[in-house]
């Protein structure tokens, strides 16, 4: 089994304003933003992180970004990772992730995306009803 650590990208410029951003969008994180994944980082300090893996899109790649130096790792982006695009079935999104979850990930990688994503691969692992999570959330599975 791998354990795989999730964290959702931290506030965006476009959360403020309540905008929907989608996977063409690229708005960047708010001061806010910043502070609530480097609080993010300061808990995984001790969480023996082996890398960071994250979407290409600006919000969590600077998310990303601030969290791997906080760890000392190196950041690896995966387009399989983008929020759900507007042409995607569920099934669709479900699939990239699954074929990401097969792609041999190290144990305690850390993966930074979307609340969307989030939300499905965690209910899809879990068995559960998809719940986004907040702003710089880390949730946790095993698979």
Same mark, same amino acid.
């Given at each position: 089994?791998?354990?795989?650590?999730?964290?959702?990208?931290?506030?965006?410029?476009?959360?403020?304003?309540?905008?929907?951003?989608?996977?063409?969008?690229?708005?960047?994180?708010?001061?806010?933003?910043?502070?609530?994944?480097?609080?993010?980082?300061?808990?995984?300090?001790?969480?023996?992180?082996?890398? /960071? /893996?994250?979407?290409?899109?600006?919000?969590?790649?600077? @998310?990303?970004?601030?969290?791997?130096?906080?760890?000392?790792?190196?950041?690896?982006?995966?387009?399989?990772? /983008?929020?759900?695009?507007?042409?995607?079935?569920?099934?669709?999104?479900?699939?990239?992730?699954?074929?990401?979850?097969?792609?041999?990930?190290?144990?305690?990688?850390?993966? /930074?995306?979307?609340?969307?994503?989030?939300?499905?691969?965690?209910?899809?692992?879990?068995?559960?009803?998809? @719940?986004?999570?907040?702003?710089?959330?880390?949730?946790?599975?095993?698979?």
């Amino acid at each position: 089994m791998t354990r795989l650590l999730w964290m959702r990208h931290g506030e965006s410029t476009w959360n403020v304003a309540g905008r929907e951003q989608g996977r063409t969008a690229h708005p960047p994180l708010t001061d806010l933003g910043r502070r609530q994944v480097l609080a993010a980082a300061e808990r995984l300090a001790d969480a023996d992180v082996a890398a /960071v /893996v994250c979407s290409p899109l600006v919000r969590a790649r600077q @998310s990303a970004d601030l969290v791997a130096a906080r760890l000392g790792l190196e950041v690896l982006e995966d387009p399989r990772l /983008v929020e759900r695009g507007h042409d995607e079935t569920l099934d669709d999104v479900l699939g990239r992730l699954a074929d990401f979850l097969a792609s041999g990930l190290a144990d305690d990688t850390l993966v /930074v995306t979307h609340g969307d994503v989030i939300a499905y691969v965690v209910a899809s692992l879990d068995g559960t009803a998809p @719940s986004l999570p907040a702003n710089a959330e880390v949730r946790v599975t095993q698979s």
